[in-house]
């Protein structure tokens, strides 16, 4: 019996090979350590903060929760699939321009819930809104930059004019 | 070393008849936490993600079977919803919306945690658990008998749990939990309370407040002589008495999470509050 898996995985439309990894890692770990796509950030390790958030067949998940070697037929994305740094997606762009980013580091996490929330739901309330980005902690803005970040793109998205 | 990922109940009955000791991963928000802390470390895994006839569900006259791989996510579909309102309301209630898509009915009835934000609602609804193995088939297990201790419960190592069955009632139906905000919370306490209006009972279930979920045979007693069921109301008075009825049954502990005190308390405060949002009441709170 061997005690290391070698599997492959779909990430951004790419395969990703992955080597001799640990039965128990975390895809968040994977994403990192072994490929390079240090985008999903690390931080709580218990899907309390949400700043590793990743798509998996269309649903946002914690990817610290989430055993790598088992999804090895899923359609991943991470936050290294949204924008380019000379073209931000208009979610990164609305954080940029509202001030919704100061360390950081939640960031990628917040960019993955947001892009997700209004794919599915192109004109949320504010407690739509504030449930959505629940299970990400922000410990800098105090969140009210974010909210007007998300209500800008809602707009825009909408045809208006900030 | 292995990870397998069955695409059918009976791949996975035979990956886990080959590999009893197999740990089954179904969302993998609690097993995960406990490998990332080096809590515990997997050997063989079977991985039910695949397996989509879990996420099925379907009614048959007044009972509803639930797919054990329905995530919190599914619950809050408005139709599904509508059956079991308070199913419902404990999902979202739930962690984030990232861990409602991932963690299972099945997942929170399996790890049996006395703060399983389901399980009051599912021991209010006299659930039954519906296990499946290759060797010996199907068996049920009524929930307040599959969950004995803390995070343990009757299922065998080679045993699936495949479907929980509820009824679907008539009558007002609510889930109240206490933590510390309304997001990501491990419940301080919670309080289930189904009301059945054709079988004029009011069923109430308790976690947090104990090493299983509990029910509350006294208070819903006292309620169901209390309620005038063709008008479907109560006496304003005897909110009070029920709660207090209902905190009588809990079992409370002090730990990091709270005192036992505070959870008595939470527990009489939520049992009349959701026994008043699910009738209507009359008369003044100090008459009687």
């Known amino acids: 019996m061997t005690n290391s898996l070698s599997y492959s995985l779909l990430i951004n439309g790419t395969q990703h090979d992955v080597a001799e990894g640990w039965i128990g890692e975390s895809l968040l770990y994977v994403l990192r350590e072994r490929l390079g796509l240090p985008g999903a950030k690390n931080a709580c390790e218990q899907g309390e903060c949400g700043s590793c958030s990743v798509l998996i067949d269309g649903s946002l998940v914690c990817s610290c929760l989430v055993m790598a070697a088992a999804v090895t037929d899923a359609e991943i994305f991470t936050v290294e699939s949204i924008g380019t740094p000379d073209q931000l997606s208009d979610v990164q762009q609305a954080f940029v321009t509202n001030g919704a980013v100061q360390c950081g580091f939640c960031t990628p996490g917040l960019i993955m819930a947001v892009h997700d929330l209004l794919d599915h739901n192109a004109a949320p309330n504010d407690l739509e809104v504030r449930e959505a980005i629940s299970g990400n902690l922000c410990r800098c803005t105090g969140y009210g930059r974010i909210f007007e970040a998300v209500r800008e793109v809602q707009i825009r998205r909408a045809g208006g004019v900030q | ?288």
Not at chain 2, 31 to 41: I, M, P, T
Not at chain 2, 92 to 113: D, E, F, H
Not at chain 2, 137 to 144: E, F, K, N, Q, T
Request: glycine fraction near 10%.
């Open chain 2, 1 to 288: 070393m292995t990870v397998l990922v069955p695409v059918s109940v009976d791949d996975a009955l035979a990956a886990l008849q080959s590999k009893p000791g197999s740990t089954l991963l179904a969302g993998g928000t609690d097993y995960l936490v406990q490998v990332n802390f080096g809590h515990s470390r997997p050997a063989d895994v079977i991985a039910l993600r695949r397996v989509t006839q879990l996420r099925n569900w379907h009614r048959s006259g007044d009972t509803l079977t639930l797919g054990a791989g329905l995530t919190y996510t599914d619950f809050l579909d408005p139709e599904l919803a509508s059956m079991v309102p308070a199913l419902a309301q404990a999902a979202r209630t739930v962690g984030s919306p990232q861990i409602r898509n991932a963690g299972t009915l099945g997942g929170n009835v399996a790890t049996a945690s006395p703060a399983g934000d389901t399980l009051p609602v599912l021991i209010a609804l006299d659930a039954e658990v519906v296990l499946q193995s290759a060797e010996r088939g199907v068996r049920r297990v009524p929930l307040r008998e599959f969950i004995v201790g803390v995070k343990r419960t009757v299922r065998e190592s080679d045993e699936l749990i495949v479907e929980v069955d509820v009824p679907v009632l008539a009558g007002g139906q609510e889930y109240l939990k206490v933590g510390t905000r309304n997001a990501m919370v491990i419940s301080v306490a919670g309080v289930a309370l189904v009301v059945d209006r054709v079988g004029q009972n009011v069923r109430c279930g308790l976690g947090s407040v104990g090493p299983v979920p509990l029910r509350c045979p006294q208070a819903e007693a006292y309620a169901a002589t209390e309620i005038d069921w063709s008008a479907m109301s109560i006496h304003a008075g005897a909110l009070g008495e029920f709660g207090r009825l209902a905190a009588l049954a809990a079992s409370p502990i002090t730990d990091h999470r709270s005192t036992a005190e505070y959870r008595r308390h939470v527990v009489g405060v939520c049992a009349a509050r959701a026994l008043e949002r699910v009738v209507s009441t009359h008369g003044g709170p100090d008459h009687d």
